[in-house]
C-alpha cells in the first residue's frame, strides 16, 4: 500500500507516552550505493526528531556479528548528504550466513535492546534479514535459556521488525521504479561516455564501453537511450545469431558527416541466445580484424563512486522517513509489523512484503539462465521491452524509405525558455519517424519561426549527437501562439505540410495549445513539458527540472563549502522556478537546505523571524553554516536582499550572511540521464500515439494534449481539461508540496533542553 503519512504535517510522536523501552538499528550491507548515506541520515534524523533511540551497525552484517554498534544522534550525520557510499560502512559476512553467527548477532541486538532493523542493501542482504527474522524467536530462547540475557530483554525483545531498502546501482528489484544509487551510476556513465565520444570523434574510432548491472541490463539500456550508442548488449534481450556480421557491417557503415565515431555499450552479464557471455574483449577483436580502431574502457567501480546525483539523495531521503515511520508504527501499537521493503512506485513510497519482492527479483535471474527471456523482460515491468525497442530505433542513423504507404510530416518547434534534454527528445522523434518512412519539419526560433516561415526538414544524421547537448538546438523563444498571430502560424503550418505538431516547452506551450484549441487548428497537437520550473498541469516532471536541480545542489554543495570553511556564515540563495516552488523544495531537501521559501505557502515577517531564531540556535549548537533556499517569486517584497539583511540582523554577531542568485545556469549544463531518458521515452510515446491518431479525418480540441508522466505511465491529456491557474501558470495541485516539512525535520537539530531559553524557544509564537 501507498504511505504518505511522514510527507505529511503531523505531530511529533510521545514516545514517553508508548513507554517505548526498545531501539531501532540500522546497517548498510553489501556493495555500496550513492544516495545510502542519504537515507542513514534520513532514518537517524527523523528517529531523533521522535526521541527514538538508534544505533547505526558498523561494517553491516560484519559489524552486527563483532558488536561494533554505535548510538547515533543528530550530529553524528552532519555533512554527509553530499557523500557517496556509506559513513557507516558495509562488508560481506561469512560468519552471519551461519545460523551460530546470527545467535550471536541477536545477542549483541539484545543486550542494547535493540529489535527493529533497517537494512539498506541488495537482494542477497535483505535476504539474511528476513532469515534472521524468521530465526529470532528461537535465538531469543536459547540465550535467555544459556543465561545470556534476562527475562525483561527477552520480553521486550520477543520480536525482530525489519524493513528493508535496496541499496543497488543495478536496479534489479522487481516492485520498484528505481533503487537508491541508479541514478548516480547512469551520471557516472553518461559522463564518461560524453567524454570518450570527443577522443572518438577525433580518431574516427569505435569505443566499447562495459558497464556494471551483473544480470540486470538496466544501466546499459537506459545509458544506450540517453547517447548516440550504434549497438547495446543487455542480459535480458540477447542478440540474434548473426550478431557477428550484423555488428560488423553495422559499425562499418556508421561514420556520417555528423558522427565519426562509433559506441558500443556492453552489461557485464550479457550473453548470446546459447548462454555464452559476451565480452568486450571478443568484441574488439571481431571489430579489429574488419578494419576498425577500437579502444575498450571498463568503467568498472567508478560507477559507485563520487557525489550522489540529485535523484538519490531525494529518493535516499523519503525512502529513509517511510522506513522509520513504519518503525515508528510498530513502537506506538506495541505490535509485530510484517517484514517489508519500501520502495518508488508510481512515484509514491509505498511497502512491498519483503519475501515477495525478493523472490520476484530472483525469478528474473532464473528466466535469464534458463533462456526465457521474454519473461525476464515482463518481470522487469511493462515498459522494458519497449526501452528495448526504443534503443534498437535509435541505433538506426539512416532513414529507410517506403516503409509506409502514405508519409506524414510531423512539426516541431520549441516554446519557452530553454530547458536541458529538448534536444534528446528532438532526435528521438526525428529517428523514430524516419525509422518509419516519416519526416519531421521544425520550426527554427519557436513561435518566430513560424511567423517568419523559418523552417526546414531535419535529418536523423543531422541530430545524431544532440542527446548530449543542453538548450534547443533548433531554438526556442517565448513568444505565444495568440489570437492576434494564430491566422499567420495556420499558413506556416499549411505551407510547411505538417499533419501533426510536436511542442517542447512550459507554460507558453500550454497558453499557445489553448489557443490552438479555440480556433480549430485541425490536427493533433502534442505539449511534451520541457521546463526546468516543472509547473506544466497533466505531468509529475518536466523535461529539464532534474538537470537544473543538480545545477542547484552542485552549487549549494560548494556554498555549504564554503560557507563551512569560513566558519559562521549564513547563505540566503535564490533559485528560479516562476510561481512553481518545485525547484526549492526539492533541491531544499537535496541539499539540506534549513528552510525553504515558495509562492506556493507565502512568507511573512514572523516566518522569517523564527526560521532566523532557528539558525541561530542550531549554530550555537556548534554547527557552522546554514542554508535557505528562496524561489525567485517567494514574496514580491521579502527579496534575497532583504532576507539576508533581517537574518544578519537578527542573528548579530552569532554568524555574517551571503546572497547568492544562481540565475541561468540552472537552465544550462549537460543534460541529465533523467532528462535525456525521459525526453526520449515522451518522444517515443508521441510517435506511437501519431501512428493512430492520423487514421482519423477530423480533430477537436481534446486532440490537443499534454503528454506527461503521471507515477509510472505515460498521460494524454486533453490541454482544455486541465486544473491549473492560468495567471499564476501553475497547476492547482503539486504532488512535491508534501515533502517540504520534511526538510526542517531533517535539518534542524534538537532544541536545546538546558534551563536557558534557546533562541528557537524564544519565537515560539510563531510556531
Known amino acids: 500500500m501507498a504511505s504518505n503519512g511522514f510527507e505529511e504535517k503531523r505531530q511529533k510522536t510521545d514516545v514517553t507516552s508508548l513507554h517505548v523501552a526498545a531501539g531501532v538499528g540500522i546497517l548498510t550491507s553489501g556493495g555500496d550505493a550513492q544516495g545510502m548515506n542519504?537515507?542513514?541520515?534520513?532514518?537517524?534524523?527523523?528517529?531523533?526528531?521522535?526521541?527514538?533511540?538508534?544505533?547505526?551497525?558498523?561494517?553491516?552484517?560484519?559489524?552486527?556479528?563483532?558488536?561494533?554498534?554505535?548510538?547515533?544522534?543528530?550530529?553524528?550525520?552532519?555533512?554527509?548528504?553530499?557523500?557517496?557510499?556509506?559513513?557507516?560502512?558495509?562488508?560481506?559476512?561469512?560468519?552471519?550466513?551461519?545460523?551460530?553467527?546470527?545467535?550471536?548477532?541477536?545477542?549483541?541486538?539484545?543486550k542494547r535492546r535493540i529489535n527493529n532493523l533497517i537494512v539498506i542493501g541488495g537482494d542477497g542482504s535483505l535476504t539474511g534479514a528476513s532469515i534472521f527474522k524468521q530465526e529470532w524467536p528461537d535465538h531469543v530462547q536459547e540465550l535467555l535459556n544459556a543465561g545470556q540475557i534476562d527475562k525483561d530483554s527477552a520480553e521486550i525483545c520477543s520480536h525482530l521488525n525489519i524493513v528493508g531498502m535496496v541499496g543497488s546501482i543495478d536496479n534489479d528489484l522487481c516492485g520498484t521504479d528505481m533503487t537508491i544509487g541508479t541514478d548516480s551510476a547512469l551520471h557516472r556513465?553518461?559522463?564518461?561516455?560524453?567524454?570518450?565520444?570527443?577522443?572518438?570523434?577525433?580518431?574516427?574510432?569505435?569505443?566499447?564501453?562495459?558497464?556494471?548491472?551483473?544480470?540486470?541490463?538496466?544501466?546499459?539500456?537506459?545509458?544506450?537511450?540517453?547517447?548516440?550508442?550504434?549497438?547495446?548488449?543487455?542480459?535480458?534481450?540477447?542478440?540474434?545469431?548473426?550478431?557477428?556480421?550484423?555488428?560488423?557491417?553495422?559499425?562499418?557503415?556508421?561514420?556520417?558527416?555528423?558522427?565519426?565515431?562509433?559506441?558500443?555499450?556492453?552489461?557485464?552479464?550479457?550473453?548470446d541466445l546459447a548462454g555464452n557471455p559476451i565480452k568486450a574483449g571478443y568484441v574488439k577483436?571481431?571489430?579489429?580484424?574488419?578494419?576498425?580502431?577500437?579502444?575498450?574502457?571498463?568503467?568498472?567501480?567508478?560507477?559507485?563512486?563520487?557525489?550522489p546525483s540529485a535523484f538519490d539523495r531525494i529518493l535516499g531521503s523519503r525512502l529513509g522517513c517511510e522506513a522509520a515511520n513504519v518503525i515508528l508504527e510498530g513502537l506506538k501499537a506495541k505490535s509485530e509489523v510484517p517484514p517489508c521493503i519500501v520502495s518508488l512506485h508510481n512515484n509514491k513510497i509505498i511497502r512491498l512484503p519483503l519475501m515477495e519482492a525478493i523472490q520476484k527479483t530472483m525469478?528474473?535471474?532464473?528466466?535469464?539462465?534458463?533462456?526465457?527471456?521474454?519473461?525476464?523482460?515482463?518481470?522487469?515491468?511493462a515498459s522494458f521491452s519497449k526501452k528495448v525497442d526504443l534503443c534498437r530505433i535509435l541505433s538506426v542513423t539512416k532513414t529507410k524509405e517506403g516503409k509506409c504507404e502514405k508519409a506524414f510530416n510531423i512539426g516541431v518547434a520549441g516554446v519557452g525558455a530553454p530547458a536541458s534534454g529538448v534536444n534528446a527528445g528532438i532526435r528521438a522523434i526525428t529517428k523514430v519517424a524516419a525509422f518509419h518512412g516519416h519526416h519531421v519539419t521544425v520550426f527554427h526560433e519557436g513561435v518566430d519561426g513560424m511567423l517568419k516561415d523559418n523552417y526546414d526538414v531535419l535529418l536523423p544524421e543531422t541530430c545524431e549527437l544532440w542527446s548530449m547537448y543542453g538548450g534547443n538546438v533548433i531554438g526556442s523563444s517565448r513568444t505565444t501562439i495568440s489570437d492576434g498571430n494564430v491566422d499567420r502560424v495556420k499558413d506556416a503550418f499549411a505551407k510547411s505540410g505538417i499533419h501533426c505538431l510536436v511542442l517542447f516547452?512550459?507554460?507558453?506551450?500550454?497558453?499557445?495549445?489553448?489557443?490552438?484549441?479555440?480556433?480549430?487548428?485541425?490536427m493533433p497537437v502534442y505539449l511534451i513539458p520541457s521546463t526546468i520550473s516543472n509547473n506544466v498541469p497533466g505531468s509529475d516532471f518536466s523535461i529539464g527540472c532534474d538537470t537544473a536541480l543538480n545545477s542547484i545542489i552542485w552549487a549549494v554543495d560548494s556554498i555549504k563549502q564554503s560557507a563551512a570553511s569560513t566558519r559562521k556564515r549564513v547563505f540566503i540563495v535564490e533559485v528560479m522556478g516562476g510561481n512553481s516552488g518545485y525547484l526549492a523544495v526539492l533541491s531544499g531537501l537535496a541539499s539540506g537546505a534549513d528552510a525553504v521559501y515558495i509562492p506556493e505557502e507565502p512568507v511573512n515577517i514572523d516566518t522569517l523571524q523564527c526560521d532566523a531564531y532557528r539558525v541561530m540556535d542550531k549554530i550555537d549548537q556548534g554547527v557552522y553554516r546554514g542554508i535557505i533556499i528562496r524561489n525567485e517569486n517567494s514574496s514580491p517584497q521579502y527579496k534575497n536582499d532583504f532576507v539576508s539583511a533581517l537574518y544578519a540582523e537578527e542573528g548579530k554577531d552569532r554568524f555574517v550572511t551571503r546572497s547568492a542568485v544562481l540565475g541561468h545556469i540552472q537552465q544550462g549544463y549537460s543534460p541529465s540521464p533523467f532528462d535525456r531518458c525521459l525526453a526520449a521515452q515522451l518522444a517515443y510515446k508521441v510517435y506511437r500515439d501519431i501512428e493512430k491518431k492520423l487514421i482519423q479525418t477530423t480533430f477537436t480540441s481534446q486532440d490537443i494534449v499534454v503528454v506527461g508522466i503521471q507515477g509510472s505511465t505515460t498521460a494524454f491529456s486533453p490541454v482544455s481539461t486541465l486544473d491549473m491557474d492560468i495567471k499564476k501558470r501553475v497547476p492547482i495541485t503539486n504532488w512535491w508540496i508534501s515533502l517540504k516539512p520534511?526538510?526542517?525535520?531533517?535539518a534542524l537539530p534538537p532544541r536545546s533542553r538546558s534551563e536557558k531559553v534557546s533562541a528557537t524557544e524564544a519565537c515560539s509564537h510563531c510556531t
Open 505 to 522: 516547452g512550459g507554460f507558453e506551450s500550454v497558453e499557445s495549445c489553448l489557443t490552438l484549441g479555440r480556433h480549430n487548428i485541425g
Open 363 to 381: 525469478k528474473v535471474k532464473e528466466c535469464v539462465s534458463q533462456h526465457d527471456f521474454s519473461e525476464a523482460q515482463n518481470l522487469r515491468g
Open 38 to 110: 542519504a537515507a542513514v541520515r534520513a532514518v537517524i534524523r527523523y528517529l531523533d526528531y521522535h526521541e527514538t533511540p538508534v544505533f547505526s551497525i558498523l561494517e553491516g552484517y560484519e559489524g552486527l556479528c563483532s558488536d561494533m554498534i554505535k548510538q547515533m544522534k543528530w550530529r553524528d550525520v552532519m555533512g554527509i548528504l553530499s557523500k557517496g557510499g556509506t559513513i557507516i560502512g558495509t562488508a560481506r559476512c561469512a560468519k552471519f550466513k551461519t545460523s551460530e553467527g546470527r545467535r550471536i548477532a541477536a545477542l549483541n541486538l539484545i
Open 285 to 307: 577483436e571481431l571489430l579489429s580484424k574488419n578494419g576498425l580502431d577500437v579502444r575498450i574502457t571498463v568503467l568498472g567501480h567508478v560507477q559507485r563512486g563520487g557525489q
Open 742 to 746: 520534511l526538510i526542517q525535520i531533517l
Open 189 to 271: 556513465i553518461i559522463d564518461a561516455v560524453d567524454c570518450l565520444a570527443s577522443t572518438a570523434d577525433s580518431h574516427m574510432r569505435t569505443f566499447i564501453v562495459e558497464v556494471m548491472g551483473r544480470r540486470c541490463g538496466y544501466l546499459a539500456l537506459m545509458s544506450s537511450i540517453a547517447t548516440p550508442c550504434d549497438w547495446v548488449f543487455v542480459p535480458e534481450s540477447p542478440p540474434s545469431d548473426d550478431w557477428e556480421e550484423k555488428i560488423v557491417r553495422k559499425l562499418k557503415n556508421k561514420a556520417t558527416n555528423a558522427k565519426r565515431f562509433g559506441l558500443i555499450i556492453i552489461a557485464e552479464g550479457a550473453e
